[in-house]
């Protein structure tokens, strides 16, 4: 399906926005292009934005965890932001959240860039802000 | 709108449509978006374990109501493999495929009634409703 993730390059960071539903063929797509962007150009961080999802079940959940840590080994640290109230209410209620714990998560765009800068030592948010 | 809608599930594609569909249907009847998301994550959940244990199924969409109560029923059926121990099957953690284990408890927890009935080689029901409160 041609849902295709736009992934926006800022210095040594990518910017990941999810904008629609994913398929799970769609999640591993996604899952690869992320990998292969990150070698391509040398990123140390990768912001995931998820504010416009509406649902994150057992399966992107485990996606998503399998990326970051993926990535982690690819050189690159990895923060999720925009996680809706709802959708974290619903997360919980499926008995997902402690499979979240060793994933930096941040409210906004703003926090993912200073998340990252923290975690890499670059300094971005300061330049973007 | 109709009061009723079956959804075939077969895809990836439609465990999205499903829940999609799902979350329409119960919105017309004034759910919390909070409620309507956790509708979506459990039609979600129900659709890939047809796609991933049965391969084909259906999912049922009901409006129903009890006394002045609304609410939404999800019928989730499939002709597959079915479930040897539904104990086991409902317990936290347990999966026989590499998922987390968390899909049936998780819609249990998710919706305020839930009935599973399964039968070896002959497919698995799930029925689960949510009130408006
Ligand atoms: N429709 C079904 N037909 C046959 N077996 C099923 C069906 N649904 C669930 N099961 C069985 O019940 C087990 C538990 O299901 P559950 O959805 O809780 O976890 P999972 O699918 O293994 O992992 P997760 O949903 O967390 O990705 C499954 O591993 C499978 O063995
Ligand atoms: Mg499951």
Redesign the interface.
Known sequence: ?GDKVPVLKQGPYLIASIQT?????GWLEFQDDLLSRVGRFRSRGVIIDMTLL??????S??TVRALAQSLKLRGAETVIVGI????A???V????VG?FEEINTGLDLEEGLAGLDKLTGEGMAQDVG | MSDKDRIRIE???D??NA??RG?EMAAGLGFS??D???I??AI??LA?NIVEYARTGEIAVKLVSRNSNKGVAIIAHDDGPGISNIDQAMR?GFSTGD??G??L???R??MDEFEITSEIGKGTTVAVKKWRQ
Do not use: K
């Open positions: 399906m539903a994913l398929t799970d063929a509406d649902v994150l079940d057992s399966f959940t485990r809706q109230p709802e959708v209410m619903a997360m209620q499926l008995g997902l499979r | 895809t990836d594609a465990i999205v829940r999609q979350r978006s909070a309507l998301t956790m979506a994550t979600s959940e890939r936290d998922g987390l968390l899909g408890p998780g819609v927890r998710l």
